[in-house]
């Protein structure tokens, strides 16, 4: 470690220089570090080893640490840059662009798309010229750098006119400088340049990696400091916070005690506007007798128990409808005794249309022969008449009288028809003589003594009635008197029946009246109850929290001695990575962690075995880059014979990445280079860009033609950093050679469109883009759960390969986390809650009827509910809002 410890007493010389304003503290701790340099490369910055021991040497010795000059002074170049961010362009005449372009580029991203020949590598060249003084491109085809930035139809060349913004928020100007910004930019072909590397002889490609890389000591020494020490400090108040917690509970415990007097006022005007509402001149008193108790019945009680008299049945029996049966039966016994006199007066005829019947009948037989002699019909003996001859002429003579039986026989069937109705009108009778236990009586003695099916003409005894009175006549009228009793008795039981719903109405509504006054009176005993517990919490407030007070002087004396450490090391930090980025030959040193964790995140499809262990990039232009997979840590291969092309594509973005980063580079620039990618890794590439903490305090231009990409990352991008986004559009001229540029595209975010349209009151497109937003959000937290190894999930599947209807995978979700009892995450309760307000845990609520309502249409609906809106987008942001990053 000699050389570097060489190199950081140059350090410390160089914090004395004269342009350098550097605390008088921080170079203290540069002393106080290069006094203890050997214990202090023993240490690395995992577990926090480095900064565990730097804060123990800084709270034990800086005090007593002597400012002044090393002996050795070394004259080093700043690395600080000079600006924050940029700030304005100013494009054109200039390549494509025919006419002078403002573009704001203060945002911390900014996305510029739009189809091939829109302008897209002009603007790249022009930021690469205003940063860069020259554009590689020009001097790659040997064109003057004048005559290559023309533009062709204004046939001149206006330098871009590039602001920036300083630490102090001030404006100024970009000054050019090579060697400062070359690494901010990440071209497509510089990535299609490294991933033909592999097809090169040796020769070529150790040219090309010694213009990309190098390392020293002093690099690793530096690269182990932690990035920060604030888990080794106590810089923020947690004990005064919860006391404060607690001063502000009891707090509103003594504005319950003061405001209880009120309190209960309102709960009495509460009362009184209850009992109005019953009635008009009730009190609270008068309500509740009505409603009444166990020990004091009340109208309540009442009601109750004429409710619960059962009424009579309604049986259904008429007078008419019995005489108009026994009328009936009479009738059809008379008509079937005309038909059968009339048949016996055709006795003889009867006799003969049998016989022919029988003749006939024996035809199929004895067809050849007489039925009775059998006598042949033909041949030299035969029959006088033939037969069926004869029977079939007799017949024909007779049909009259095969129509008087036809007669007679539904004559027949009416009268059983007939009979069987009249008895089934009896039975009602029968039930409500005995009911009544009546049998004795002349009605039920007949009643009880008729057979279930009755033969003969069984009624003949009472109908028709007799002229002169006899038993029979009385009978009948008995059976009569016993259906006007029973059409009394029903229409008694339908007058009770239409008096019953009044009360009916009555008792409910007194019923609905108790519920309210018991909650009343649970209103009275539970501020009784609160009144009591918070009058207890404030006697004892001093003593509980004794302890607590006195943690609370502790920590606010650890605080004082703790702030300035913070300010001291991160300035000390940042001076010493601004100056490792002026050592001559480090442009590329200490990138291996990086470039391996970037690799490793672009590739997080990839089986775990297949990801780096480890990367070691060449010290010189003759090494190689050497890898080793995690399925085998301890084998270290040559990377460009193993991996394929896109896999190395991928280690080159991220060895320029990496770059950008150990720089602290306030800008990177992707030239087109998310198309030098394939699709595969597109998605790794822009979780770890956009989504990571990795830059997120580096401005990030970028240029591409693929609208889905440019929309996933808006869709992505975390919620804080979502307003810092520029999108520009770049579209083809109309015919005056100048691309049309739009710089104020809408977002493309769901849940910021959620959020607009409800601002704007436009709930329909809310819902649209909160559906979305959940679809989005859903897949997120599924993947999350991945990361923790419980992503698997039951789903219900409409078919072979189809897709997890959203409601299903919702419930899913929820399920999911519910179930994970021994999971522990600061995400499992916000999202339990969030999924089961959308899907309507434990009541039901609208919010996911109104995300299906929302992506239909329907013509003449009612407006939806702002509130019931507002929830969605609200519930939505809060998802929005936890950390779906992979675990690292």
């Given at each position: 470690?000699?050389?570097?410890?060489?190199?950081?007493?140059?350090?410390?010389?160089?914090?004395?220089?004269?342009?350098?304003?550097?605390?008088?503290?921080?170079?203290?701790?540069?002393?106080?570090?290069?006094?203890?340099?050997?214990?202090?490369?023993?240490?690395?910055?995992?577990?926090?080893?480095?900064?565990?021991?730097?804060?123990?040497?800084?709270?034990?010795?800086?005090?007593?640490?002597?400012?002044?000059?090393?002996?050795?002074?070394?004259?080093?170049?700043?690395?600080?840059?000079?600006?924050?961010?940029?700030?304005?362009?100013?494009?054109?005449?200039?390549?494509?662009?025919?006419?002078?372009?403002?573009?704001?580029?203060?945002?911390?991203?900014?996305?510029?798309?739009?189809?091939?020949?829109?302008?897209?590598?002009?603007?790249?060249?022009?930021?690469?010229?205003?940063?860069?003084?020259?554009?590689?491109?020009?001097?790659?085809?040997?064109?003057?750098?004048?005559?290559?930035?023309?533009?062709?139809?204004?046939?001149?060349?206006?330098?871009?006119?590039?602001?920036?913004?300083?630490?102090?928020?001030?404006?100024?100007?970009?000054?050019?400088?090579?060697?400062?910004?070359?690494?901010?930019?990440?071209?497509?072909?510089?990535?299609?340049?490294?991933?033909?590397?592999?097809?090169?002889?040796?020769?070529?490609?150790?040219?090309?990696?010694?213009?990309?890389?190098?390392m020293d000591q002093f690099n690793d020494f530096v690269g182990h400091f932690n990035e920060s020490i604030d888990g080794q400090l106590v810089l923020s108040a947690a004990k005064q916070l919860m006391l404060t917690g607690r001063r502000t509970a009891l707090g509103a415990d003594k504005a319950a005690v003061d405001g209880e007097a009120a309190a209960r006022q309102r709960l009495r005007d509460e009362e009184v506007a209850l009992a109005t509402s019953y009635a008009e001149g009730t009190d609270y008193a008068g309500l509740?007798?009505?409603?009444?108790?166990?020990?004091?019945?009340?109208?309540?009680?009442?009601?109750?128990?004429?409710?619960?008299?059962?009424?009579?049945?309604?049986?259904?029996?008429?007078?008419?409808?019995?005489?108009?049966?026994?009328?009936?039966?009479?009738?059809?016994?008379?008509?079937?005794?005309?038909?059968?006199?009339?048949?016996?007066?055709?006795?003889?005829?009867?006799?003969?249309?049998?016989?022919?019947?029988?003749?006939?009948?024996?035809?199929?037989?004895?067809?050849?022969?007489?039925?009775?002699?059998?006598?042949?019909?033909?041949?030299?003996?035969?029959?006088?008449?033939?037969?069926?001859?004869?029977?079939?002429?007799?017949?024909?003579?007779?049909?009259?009288?095969?129509?008087?039986?036809?007669?007679?026989?539904?004559?027949?069937?009416?009268?059983?028809?007939?009979?069987?109705?009249?008895?089934?009108?009896?039975?009602?009778?029968?039930?409500?003589?005995?009911?009544?236990?009546?049998?004795?009586?002349?009605?039920?003695?007949?009643?009880?003594?008729?057979?279930?099916?009755?033969?003969?003409?069984?009624?003949?005894?009472?109908?028709?009635?007799?002229?002169?009175?006899?038993?029979?006549?009385?009978?009948?009228?008995?059976?009569?008197?016993?259906?006007?009793?029973?059409?009394?008795?029903?229409?008694?039981?339908?007058?009770?029946?239409?008096?019953?719903?009044?009360?009916?109405?009555?008792?409910?509504?007194?019923?609905?009246?108790?519920?309210?006054?018991?909650?009343?009176?649970?209103?009275?005993?539970?501020?009784?109850?609160?009144?009591?517990?918070?009058?207890?919490?404030?006697?004892?407030?001093?003593?509980?929290?004794?302890?607590?007070?006195?943690?609370?002087?502790?920590?606010?004396?650890?605080?004082?001695?703790?702030?300035?450490?913070?300010?001291?090391?991160?300035?000390?930090?940042?001076?010493?990575?601004?100056?490792?980025?002026?050592?001559?030959?480090?442009?590329?040193?200490?990138?291996?962690?990086?470039?391996?964790?970037?690799?490793?995140?672009?590739?997080?499809?990839?089986?775990?075995?297949?990801?780096?262990?480890?990367?070691?990039?060449?010290?010189?232009?003759?090494?190689?880059?050497?890898?080793?997979?995690?399925?085998?840590?301890?084998?270290?291969?040559?990377?460009?014979?193993?991996?394929?092309?896109?896999?190395?594509?991928?280690?080159?973005?991220?060895?320029?990445?990496?770059?950008?980063?150990?720089?602290?580079?306030?800008?990177?620039?992707?030239?087109?280079?998310?198309?030098?990618?394939?699709?595969?890794?597109?998605?790794?590439?822009?979780?770890?860009?956009?989504?990571?903490?990795?830059?997120?305090?580096?401005?990030?231009?970028?240029?591409?033609?693929?609208?889905?990409?440019?929309?996933?990352?808006?869709?992505?991008?975390?919620?804080?950093?979502?307003?810092?986004?520029?999108?520009?559009?770049?579209?083809?001229?109309?015919?005056?050679?100048?691309?049309?540029?739009?710089?104020?595209?809408?977002?493309?975010?769901?849940?910021?469109?959620?959020r607009t349209a409800r601002n704007a009151l436009n709930d329909r497109d809310a819902l649209g883009a909160s559906r979305q937003a959940l679809e989005m959000l859903s897949n997120k937290a599924w993947q999350w759960l991945g990361y923790h190894d419980m992503g698997l999930l039951t789903v219900p599947l409409a078919g072979i390969g189809a897709e997890p209807a959203l409601r299903n995978l919702c419930e899913a979700l929820h399920k999911r986390l519910r179930d994970a009892r021994t999971f522990e995450h600061a995400n499992?309760?916000?999202?339990?809650?969030?999924?089961?307000?959308?899907?309507?845990?434990?009541?039901?609520?609208?919010?996911?009827?109104?995300?299906?309502?929302?992506?239909?249409?329907?013509?003449?609906?009612?407006?939806?509910?702002?509130?019931?809106?507002?929830?969605?987008?609200?519930?939505?942001?809060?998802?929005?809002?936890?950390?779906?990053?992979?675990?690292?």
């Amino acid at each position: 470690m000699a050389t570097a410890r060489q190199d950081f007493e140059r350090f410390v010389g160089w914090l004395y220089r004269e342009d350098k304003q550097v605390p008088e503290d921080v170079r203290r701790l540069a002393h106080l570090a290069m006094g203890h340099f050997d214990a202090l490369a023993g240490t690395s910055r995992q577990r926090n080893q480095r900064s565990v021991y730097l804060v123990g040497l800084i709270r034990e010795r800086l005090a007593q640490v002597v400012d002044a000059p090393p002996e050795i002074r070394v004259n080093a170049v700043a690395a600080a840059w000079p600006w924050a961010r940029l700030r304005h362009l100013t494009l054109g005449p200039f390549r494509g662009f025919r006419n002078p372009e403002p573009f704001d580029l203060q945002k911390q991203i900014i996305l510029f798309y739009g189809p091939n020949g829109s302008g897209k590598t002009s603007l790249c060249e022009g930021l690469e010229y205003a940063l860069l003084g020259d554009v590689e491109e020009a001097g790659a085809k040997r064109i003057a750098a004048r005559t290559y930035l023309a533009n062709d139809h204004a046939r001149r060349f206006a330098p871009p006119v590039l602001k920036a913004t300083d630490y102090q928020r001030q404006e100024m100007d970009v000054v050019a400088n090579a060697d400062t910004y070359r690494f901010c930019f990440v071209e497509k072909n510089r990535i299609d340049a490294f991933s033909r590397i592999a097809a090169r002889p040796n020769n070529q490609r150790a040219e090309l990696i010694a213009t990309l890389f190098g390392m020293d000591q002093f690099n690793d020494f530096v690269g182990h400091f932690n990035e920060s020490i604030d888990g080794q400090l106590v810089l923020s108040a947690a004990k005064q916070l919860m006391l404060t917690g607690r001063r502000t509970a009891l707090g509103a415990d003594k504005a319950a005690v003061d405001g209880e007097a009120a309190a209960r006022q309102r709960l009495r005007d509460e009362e009184v506007a209850l009992a109005t509402s019953y009635a008009e001149g009730t009190d609270y008193a008068g309500l509740k007798q009505l409603i009444g108790s166990a020990e004091a019945p009340g109208r309540l009680q009442e009601l109750d128990d004429l409710l619960n008299a059962v009424p009579p049945a309604l049986i259904g029996a008429r007078r008419h409808a019995l005489v108009d049966a026994f009328a009936k039966a009479h009738q059809c016994q008379e008509s079937l005794a005309v038909l059968t006199a009339e048949l016996h007066a055709q006795g003889d005829q009867v006799s003969f249309k049998e016989l022919y019947d029988a003749v006939l009948a024996l035809q199929k037989t004895t067809g050849d022969r007489c039925p009775a002699c059998d006598t042949p019909l033909q041949g030299a003996i035969h029959v006088v008449a033939n037969p069926y001859e004869k029977a079939t002429g007799g017949l024909a003579q007779l049909h009259a009288l095969g129509e008087l039986q036809q007669r007679q026989g539904d004559a027949q069937r009416a009268l059983t028809q007939a009979s069987r109705d009249l008895r089934q009108s009896l039975t009602p009778l029968a039930t409500f003589v005995d009911a009544q236990q009546e049998q004795a009586s002349v009605a039920g003695q007949f009643l009880s003594g008729l057979a279930a099916e009755p033969q003969g003409i069984w009624w003949a005894a009472l109908y028709p009635p007799p002229a002169a009175e006899d038993a029979g006549a009385n009978v009948l009228e008995q059976v009569l008197a016993v259906v006007d009793r029973i059409e009394a008795q029903d229409a008694t039981s339908r007058q009770v029946q239409q008096d019953r719903a009044p009360l009916v109405a009555e008792r409910q509504r007194l019923l609905d009246f108790q519920l309210k006054v018991q909650a009343q009176d649970q209103k009275d005993a539970a501020l009784t109850a609160a009144i009591k517990e918070a009058n207890a919490r404030i006697a004892a407030f001093d003593t509980d929290n004794a302890e607590l007070i006195a943690q609370v002087a502790q920590e606010q004396q650890e605080i004082a001695r703790d702030t300035p450490l913070k300010a001291t090391y991160d300035r000390f930090l940042e001076e010493l990575k601004a100056y490792r980025e002026q050592l001559p030959g480090q442009l590329l040193a200490g990138l291996n962690d990086t470039a391996l964790t970037l690799y490793n995140e672009f590739n997080q499809s990839d089986l775990d075995a297949d990801k780096l262990a480890s990367l070691h990039l060449p010290l010189t232009g003759e090494d190689k880059i050497e890898i080793a997979f995690r399925g085998n840590p301890a084998r270290r291969v040559d990377a460009l014979h193993v991996l394929s092309e896109g896999h190395i594509r991928c280690l080159g973005l991220a060895i320029l990445l990496a770059k950008a980063k150990s720089m602290d580079s306030p800008l990177i620039v992707f030239d087109d280079a998310i198309n030098a990618i394939d699709h595969d890794h597109r998605r790794g590439i822009r979780e770890a860009i956009f989504e990571s903490d990795h830059f997120v305090r580096t401005q990030i231009i970028v240029t591409c033609h693929s609208n889905e990409f440019i929309k996933d990352i808006q869709q992505h991008l975390p919620a804080q950093r979502r307003q810092d986004c520029q999108v520009y559009l770049l579209r083809h001229h109309t015919g005056d050679y100048q691309p049309r540029v739009s710089g104020n595209v809408e977002t493309r975010n769901y849940i910021a469109k959620a959020r607009t349209a409800r601002n704007a009151l436009n709930d329909r497109d809310a819902l649209g883009a909160s559906r979305q937003a959940l679809e989005m959000l859903s897949n997120k937290a599924w993947q999350w759960l991945g990361y923790h190894d419980m992503g698997l999930l039951t789903v219900p599947l409409a078919g072979i390969g189809a897709e997890p209807a959203l409601r299903n995978l919702c419930e899913a979700l929820h399920k999911r986390l519910r179930d994970a009892r021994t999971f522990e995450h600061a995400n499992k309760e916000p999202l339990i809650e969030a999924y089961g307000r959308i899907l309507g845990i434990p009541a039901v609520n609208q919010v996911w009827m109104y995300l299906n309502k929302g992506t239909h249409e329907e013509a003449d609906r009612d407006d939806f509910d702002g509130e019931h809106v507002e929830s969605v987008v609200q519930t939505l942001e809060q998802i929005d809002l936890l950390d779906f990053r992979r675990p690292r």
